[in-house]
């Protein structure tokens, strides 16, 4: 059996206002290996973003511009306004030194998958927020990460729209790269594999994987 990505014990997240404590993660265990499909569902406020933006130290580190092993799909605008959304999309590739014509083309397959390719050449400032939202979530994709994190992906999108991005992340990511994705949407969990859930910072843990 293949060696786990990440494995947490009684991982908490606490912050402080004044003299009060509020618990965004409590106490929670889980396990991630290669190739999960996990959905992580729950109110707004439940803990899900926190768990998403968590140090995931497992997987080794990286500095602060190259890709490493984690990529994070943000919920809001995150593409850098100077540049097109095909040179958004590839340049973790380009950071990781892969050639030009390669990462051009494997960004270009990304933005057809997801419905981009008409905008390729346009500027963040020129396309809507449902489609800055899937080019983050091409570029996340870009470099082949071992872990994707995706927050509410289908956020800005309308419900098919969200269901076919969806659809092209899971038909995208290579067999061993593991995807959580946070959603309020019941429909896009249901694609996945499995269900997490959270509620006031506890993770249900009856639905986690179990170790072997």
Not at 3 to 22: C, K, M, N
Not at 82 to 104: H, K
Not at 116 to 136: F, H, N, T, Y
């Amino acid at each position: 059996m293949a060696e786990s990505l990440v494995r947490a014990e009684d991982l908490q997240r606490v912050y402080r206002t004044g003299e009060d404590e509020v618990f965004a993660v409590r106490s929670a265990s889980f396990r991630i290996d290669p190739g999960d499909r996990i959905a992580l569902v729950g109110p707004s406020g439940s803990g899900k973003t926190t768990i998403l933006h968590l140090e995931w130290p497992a997987l080794g580190s990286s500095d602060r511009l190259r890709p490493g092993p984690v990529a994070v799909a943000f919920q809001g605008p995150s593409l850098l306004p100077p540049l097109t959304v095909l040179e958004n999309v590839e340049l973790p590739l380009l950071l990781l030194d892969v050639g030009e014509d390669e990462a051009r083309d494997r960004a270009g397959e990304l933005l057809v998958r997801f419905g981009l390719a008409d905008v390729a050449d346009k500027l963040p400032e020129e396309i809507s927020g449902g489609q800055s939202q899937r080019a983050g979530l091409a570029r996340a994709l870009v470099a082949r990460p071992r872990l994707l994190l995706a927050d509410e992906p289908t956020g800005q999108q309308d419900g098919e729209t969200g269901l076919a991005m969806v659809t092209a992340l899971l038909s995208s990511a290579g067999p061993g790269t593991a995807l959580l994705v946070a959603t309020h949407d019941q429909r896009v969990a249901g694609l996945l594999d499995v269900g997490w859930s959270m509620r006031d910072g506890v993770l249900d843990e009856g639905v986690v994987p179990s170790s072997p």
